[in-house]
DNA sequence: CCTGGAGTTGTCCTA
DNA sequence: TTAGGACAACTCCAG
């Protein structure tokens, strides 16, 4: 085995060779060792989802291959993978890109220290985020509480972000075997069922997949973004997100291709696509500086709602998009069937679950954390506490969306309902919203049966609504 | 220091 | 038919 030194570059929610400060710290200092650790024993009950775990299995081959089958995988503690590799191998150092989550931070800088006192140079990049959340404060010094002034004065009134930085070349990786590593069979990450096939049918991986995916955005679709993105039956949305999560793209190279797009088509859709981007680094902040997010109410007035028991029937009927309202019933099946769900849609079975069902909003963000391929923790639970209202610039109590009108304006003609719930698809588009409506005549016609093809509505929207109002009221 | 305007994503009722 | 106001309360920030 070659006594040389190497750099250890570990690869985490940045799985990518281009704009990689790491990587290229790494490569700079001569052979470099590029390592992926799946540690669940670290993670504890935010261990990554099923499906995202699909979504991983195919971004770590494509890394692996543009490594030329060099990158080397792990499974277990990193602190002690990385112990054993530093007992084992002449290793000089060890570079990563940051990661927000709380128990990450926590890990990392234990692991920091640990690397500190045996004399390997550690250093730790920005990679995943436009702005650090510790760049950005008040005048006060104290964390925004509101999007707006967060973003307008805030990030925008800060140094702007640093330009993608290119792949390093060429990139001289070591052939001997490693201690300790394994194939990426063995990490486990794809279902034992086949569900998966279907999902991944969806979708192109990893970084050259996701490079064409932003460019086909900013060429195709931006100058129509700001018009399109409420209707999910159009593909006028970026679908970035699970790409930008696990860091096929990083935020700076999105970031300055639609400031390129601005400038050479014009319109208002770049800058509403930056915006997403200011919410994306908003929840990352939230999450930083408020490190109890994922479980606990952000504002605590919350904390003495009288939420309903979870019924299973009733939320497996939601999980499953069994609930009778089309439009909530096509989202639930879009997730399951894609690991995705149209933001509009999102929002509609949220304001659902939460307010019709009256249901905790962790049951919400627990199916969304194993279902989404871009499940993100920063984002879900900073999303699902929008919705709940317990939010930061939460959405106030009385918003809460009644899903046929959402249906009749983001989905006129049905053809998203008729997507993923295509036992409606013979039913006129006007009646495919609301079928329990449609009298015996026009479901007869569409060969439909409700209670057999199709649920009977789970429960009646306006009373559920006024019991929302009445106990969101109560808080105040 | 105080004051007032404004704030991602809605719905319903009334005139 | 349609437009406007009510539905709270709080944070941020400019003046």
Redesign the pocket.
């Known amino acids: 085995m070659s006594s040389q030194p190497l750099s250890v570059v570990w690869f985490r929610q940045d799985l990518r060779l281009t704009d990689n400060p790491a990587l290229r710290a790494a490569a700079a200092r001569g052979r470099l060792l590029p390592i992926y650790i799946l540690d669940d024993d670290n993670a504890g009950e935010w261990a990554m989802g099923g499906a995202s775990r699909t979504w991983l299995h195919r971004s770590l081959d494509s890394l692996d291959r543009a490594f030329d089958g060099r990158l080397r995988l792990f499974r277990g503690d990193a602190a002690r993978v990385i112990e054993q590799l530093a007992e084992a191998l002449p290793i000089s150092a060890v570079y990563w890109n940051r990661c927000y989550e709380p128990w990450r931070i926590e890990r990392d800088s234990r692991i920091k220290k640990q690397l500190g006192t045996r004399g390997i140079d550690v250093e730790s990049f920005n990679a995943s985020l436009l702005w650090e959340p510790w760049e950005i404060s008040?005048?006060d010094g104290?964390?925004?509480?509101?999007?707006?002034?967060?973003y307008q004065?805030?990030c925008l009134g800060a140094p702007p972000p640093g330009q993608p930085l290119p792949a390093p070349a060429p990139l001289d990786c070591i052939d001997d075997p490693v201690p300790g590593s394994v194939g990426l069979s063995a990490l486990e990450l794809l279902p034992r069922l086949d569900w998966h096939r279907d999902m991944l049918a969806h979708w192109d991986i990893g970084e050259d997949a996701a490079a064409a995916s932003l460019e086909g955005f900013c060429t195709d679709t931006l100058n129509q973004y700001r018009e399109g993105r409420?209707f999910p039956a159009l593909q006028a949305t970026s679908r970035l997100s699970p790409h930008l999560h696990f860091g096929e793209i990083s935020p700076r190279q999105a970031w300055y291709r639609a400031e390129q797009a601005a400038l050479e088509t014009g319109g208002d859709g770049p800058a509403h696509f930056l915006r997403?981007l200011g919410?994306r680094e908003f929840s990352y902040y939230l999450l930083y500086h408020f490190p109890a997010l994922p479980r606990q109410n952000f504002n605590s007035k919350f904390d003495g709602f009288d939420w309903l028991e979870p019924d299973s029937t009733a939320l497996a009927a939601w999980q499953q998009g069994l609930t009778g309202f089309p439009i909530v019933d096509a989202g639930m099946r879009e997730l399951w069937q894609t690991g995705y769900m149209h933001?509009?849609v999102r929002?509609i079975v949220a304001s659902f679950l939460i307010k019709n069902m009256l249901l905790h909003w962790h049951h919400g963000e627990n199916w969304f954390w194993d279902c989404l391929v871009d499940a993100d923790l920063a984002s879900n639970s900073a999303?699902w506490q929008?919705c709940a209202g317990s939010g930061a610039?939460a959405?106030?109590?009385?918003?809460?969306?009644?899903p046929l009108?959402?249906s009749q304006?983001f989905d006129p003609d049905g053809e998203y309902l008729a997507r993923y719930c295509p036992e409606l698809a013979a039913l006129e588009p006007k009646w495919r919203h609301q079928p329990s409506a449609a009298g015996q005549q026009r479901l007869d016609a569409a060969g439909l049966k409700l209670g057999r093809d199709y649920p009977e509505p789970m429960l009646d929207?306006?009373t559920t609504?006024e019991r929302a109002l009445a106990r969101f009221?109560a808080l105040?």
């Open positions: 008040k005048g104290s964390p925004y509480r509101v999007f707006t002034p967060y004065k805030g409420d997403e919410w933001n509009r929002m999303s929008w610039d959405a106030p109590y009385f918003r809460i969306f009644n009108l959402q304006k929207l306006k609504r009221k105040s």
